[in-house]
């Protein structure tokens, strides 16, 4: 998403989703851009975080795919 997605709106998603659909593996956000505040204080609220740097997501990722638990 980038830009004409509005990330409130992304963030609503994503929070929802998991309501409804529990995870079963360990998701990184990366989000920029329209509402971005908005958005990271949501996922934030839902007790995600987000990410706005993509080096950064990449690292958590590759992370959590090793097994580092501590990463997420």
């Not at 995870?23 to 839902?46: D, F, H, S, W, Y």
């Not at 080096?55 to 997420?72: C, Y």
Request: cysteine-free; aromatic content about 2%; overall charge positive.
């Amino acid at each position: 998403f980038g830009g004409i997605t509005r990330g409130d709106d992304v963030a609503n998603g994503i929070v929802e989703a998991t309501r409804q659909v529990p995870l079963k593996v360990p998701m990184v956000i990366r989000l920029t851009g329209t509402n971005e505040k908005e958005a990271v204080q949501i996922l934030t609220k839902a007790g995600y975080s987000a990410l706005t740097d993509m080096d950064e997501a990449v690292q958590r990722a590759v992370a959590l795919a090793r097994g580092k638990r501590g990463a997420a």
